[in-house]
């Protein structure tokens, strides 16, 4: 037997290392999860095409502000999938809002 420790003393040190191994692992694929589901909602988020009611939503703006983003300002460029129908992709517009800001 070892010295001074009892078998009970050596089997809670062994489940206590065992437990510690176990949460350390378990919270490194809880990272990795939580990576791969941020990285899923960016791509799904970057390929996402918005109606012009969402991207004035989304830009806080009224439509003929947005028509003049559009047609004269040529801050973003819709992509028309019918006549008037036009969409916009996610991406184009989260760029056109980041080169908008103006450093001071």
């Not at 009892?6 to 489940?15: F, G, N, R």
């Not at 969402?54 to 819709?78: D, G, T, Y």
């Not at 028309?80 to 103006?102: A, H």
Request: hydrophobic content about 40%; proline content about 2%.
């Amino acid at each position: 037997m070892n010295a001074g420790i009892s078998e009970d003393q050596i089997i809670k040190v062994a489940l206590r290392k065992i437990l510690q191994d176990d949460f350390t692992e378990i919270k490194e694929e809880l990272r990795l999860l939580r990576q791969e589901v941020t990285d899923l909602i960016n791509n799904t988020r970057q390929n996402e095409l918005l109606t012009m009611d969402e991207l004035c939503a989304v830009l806080k703006l009224s439509r003929p502000s947005v028509n003049k983003l559009i047609h004269e300002k040529k801050k973003i460029k819709p992509v028309q999938l019918l006549d008037q129908d036009f969409r916009f992709k996610r991406s184009d517009v989260d760029e056109m809002i980041r080169n908008s800001y103006k450093e001071v």
